[in-house]
């Protein structure tokens, strides 16, 4: 018998492109509610404990109800939310982060999807920390831009339906002005700085698709490291892995300008070190689909994992 899978939430943006990634799977059992049913707790508690596998596409409030609803131990919970991505007893699902990451998945029953913003963030910069090409105190900060798909309904409504009294059709704009993205602890803490990054993202009007880029002043750093030195720890990193890649000094210097919609209904992850002609500072960029590695992409990808699949099935 085939693993069965329930998504809670398979109506928001995030569970409607899971749902596309599994539906025409073979090795897999989609279990679903009817419409009318999806709220009903005592349905909801049923198909989650019938489950192998739950992938939570919900609000974090209601994403720690669904988890209180979970009585059996042999269920693997996959929560997109934000609200277990450094919760004690919950391993993150980013299986490139590290050696023997895939292992702690694989293991695991509780695992946090990442974050679309710390997906990219975590690539650029922990192998550096790791490294010690960054010292964990150094001020670390990384800005961007995202499709508008990656905020909340409330957000795609200002920039899809006319009729919202919100609605816009301003090209670009920032956000997160107060400094306290809710990214922030998983970026600080995956990525292994002692300080919080300074982080400022900003939505553009496309759906989906992002950038995300973290500046150095190599010159400052200890040790003063090159961009060679900065290009080939991220290519160790993540040699051999199929959705992580490092673009070459050569393909690089090639680049005049990034498109945020290039990788948009994959699972890539494509990182870039773009250096000044004198070598002394370096742009750290990120490019990949936020409903694909960032949310979607990554779900299906830890749920290959846990559930003892190809870890390339349906992506």
Same mark, same amino acid.
């Given at each position: +018998?085939?693993?069965?899978?329930?998504?809670? =939430?398979?109506?928001? @943006?995030?569970?409607?492109?899971?749902? %596309?990634?599994?539906?025409?799977?073979?090795?897999? @059992?989609?279990?679903?509610?009817?419409?009318?049913?999806?709220?009903?707790?005592?349905?909801?508690?049923?198909?989650?404990?019938?489950?192998?596998?739950? /992938?939570?596409?919900?609000?974090? &409030?209601?994403?720690?109800?669904?988890?209180?609803?979970?009585?059996?131990?042999?269920?693997?919970? /996959?929560?997109?939310?934000?609200?277990?991505?450094? #919760?004690?007893?919950?391993?993150?699902? $980013?299986?490139?982060?590290?050696?023997?990451?895939? =292992?702690?998945?694989?293991?695991?029953?509780? /695992?946090?999807?990442?974050?679309?913003?710390?997906?990219? $963030? /975590?690539?650029?910069?922990?192998?550096?920390? #790791?490294?010690?090409?960054?010292?964990?105190?150094?001020?670390?900060?990384?800005?961007?831009?995202?499709?508008?798909?990656?905020?909340?309904?409330? +957000?795609?409504?200002?920039?899809?339906?006319?009729?919202?009294?919100?609605?816009?059709?301003?090209?670009?704009?920032?956000?997160?002005?107060?400094?306290?993205?809710?990214?922030?602890?998983? +970026?600080?803490?995956?990525?292994? !700085?002692?300080?919080?990054?300074?982080?400022?993202?900003?939505?553009?009007?496309?759906?989906?698709?992002?950038?995300?880029?973290?500046?150095?002043?190599?010159?400052?750093?200890? &040790?003063?490291?090159?961009?060679?030195?900065?290009?080939?720890?991220?290519?160790?990193?993540?040699?051999?892995?199929?959705?992580?890649?490092?673009?070459?000094?050569?393909?690089?210097?090639?680049?005049?300008?990034?498109?945020?919609?290039?990788?948009?209904?994959?699972?890539?992850?494509?990182?870039?070190?773009?250096?000044?002609?004198?070598?002394?500072?370096?742009?750290?960029?990120? !490019?990949?689909?936020?409903?694909?590695?960032?949310?979607?992409?990554?779900?299906?990808?830890?749920?290959?994992?846990?559930?003892?699949?190809? %870890? @390339?099935?349906?992506?």
């Amino acid at each position: +018998m085939s693993p069965r899978v329930f998504i809670d =939430g398979e109506s928001g @943006t995030v569970g409607l492109e899971i749902r %596309e990634r599994l539906a025409a799977r073979k090795d897999l @059992t989609l279990l679903s509610l009817e419409s009318d049913r999806r709220r009903d707790v005592e349905a909801r508690r049923r198909m989650l404990n019938e489950s192998d596998a739950a /992938i939570l596409c919900l609000p974090d &409030g209601a994403a720690g109800e669904a988890v209180a609803l979970v009585e059996s131990n042999s269920v693997a919970v /996959i929560d997109a939310s934000t609200a277990h991505r450094t #919760a004690p007893g919950w391993t993150y699902g $980013f299986p490139e982060m590290a050696a023997g990451q895939r =292992g702690s998945i694989a293991a695991a029953r509780r /695992i946090a999807n990442p974050g679309c913003w710390a997906t990219a $963030f /975590i690539a650029l910069v922990r192998p550096l920390v #790791a490294a010690g090409l960054v010292p964990a105190d150094w001020p670390v900060s990384a800005h961007g831009v995202s499709g508008y798909s990656g905020g909340s309904k409330a +957000m795609i409504a200002e920039f899809e339906d006319a009729s919202s009294p919100d609605y816009t059709e301003v090209p670009f704009r920032l956000y997160a002005l107060g400094l306290a993205h809710k990214h922030l602890p998983e +970026m600080q803490a995956y990525a292994g !700085l002692a300080r919080r990054p300074l982080f400022s993202p900003a939505v553009g009007r496309y759906r989906q698709g992002m950038l995300v880029e973290t500046p150095l002043q190599l010159e400052a750093l200890p &040790g003063s490291p090159t961009p060679a030195d900065v290009r080939d720890c991220l290519a160790e990193a993540y040699e051999g892995e199929r959705f992580v890649e490092v673009a070459s000094e050569a393909q690089a210097a090639k680049i005049r300008t990034l498109d945020p919609e290039s990788l948009n209904g994959g699972n890539r992850l494509r990182l870039h070190v773009f250096a000044s002609e004198r070598g002394d500072q370096a742009r750290l960029v990120a !490019l990949l689909d936020n409903l694909g590695k960032g949310a979607a992409g990554a779900a299906v990808q830890n749920l290959n994992i846990v559930l003892g699949l190809p %870890e @390339t099935s349906g992506l």
